[in-house]
């Protein structure tokens, strides 16, 4: 059994910065892959950034390059999501995701067996 329990999040005005961590316990080979996903208001949960278990390879979504850096420790099976530049737009709560295969480029919420609870980001303009 894996679990994800993330934190960091809260308010931030525009062009502030915040870090999210989600702290994985469990099996290792459950977390080869770790991301992060949003949910706005009234939308879908939506691919913000992933990692393999190596730290090596990572992937953004198109919005966040450029401002957001996802990185993890292996060690402590902990990943951080680095948070710029922030925007209104970026206003979701956001979850921490990991499964035990290996992705590339976008995943999708289905592709994710385990999840963190969610942490809310507001950006105010």
Same mark, same amino acid.
């Given at each position: &059994?894996?679990?994800? =329990?993330?934190?960091?999040?809260?308010?931030?005005?525009?062009?502030?910065?915040?870090?999210?961590?989600?702290? +994985?316990?469990? !099996?290792? *080979?459950?977390?080869? @892959? %770790?991301?992060?996903?949003?949910? +706005?208001?009234?939308?879908?949960?939506?691919?913000? +950034?992933?990692?393999? !278990? *190596?730290?090596?390879?990572?992937?953004?979504?198109?919005?966040?390059?450029?401002?957001? @850096?996802?990185? !993890?420790?292996?060690? %402590?099976?902990?990943?951080?999501? &680095? %948070?710029? *530049?922030?925007?209104? $737009?970026?206003?979701?709560?956001?979850? /921490?995701?990991?499964?035990?295969?290996?992705?590339?480029? @976008?995943? &999708?919420?289905?592709? /994710? $067996?385990?999840?963190?609870?969610?942490?809310? =980001? @507001?950006? *105010?303009?």
């Amino acid at each position: &059994q894996v679990q994800l =329990v993330e934190s960091g999040g809260g308010l931030v005005q525009a062009g502030g910065s915040l870090r999210l961590s989600c702290a +994985a316990s469990g !099996r290792a *080979s459950s977390t080869t @892959t %770790m991301g992060w996903f949003r949910q +706005a208001p009234g939308k879908e949960r939506v691919f913000v +950034a992933s990692i393999w !278990r *190596s730290g090596s390879v990572t992937y953004y979504t198109d919005s966040v390059k450029g401002r957001f @850096t996802i990185s !993890r420790d292996s060690a %402590m099976n902990t990943v951080y999501l &680095q %948070m710029n *530049s922030l925007k209104p $737009e970026d206003t979701a709560i956001y979850y /921490c995701a990991a499964d035990s295969r290996l992705y590339s480029g @976008t995943i &999708q919420p289905y592709q /994710c $067996e385990h999840w963190g609870q969610g942490t809310q =980001v @507001t950006v *105010s303009s």
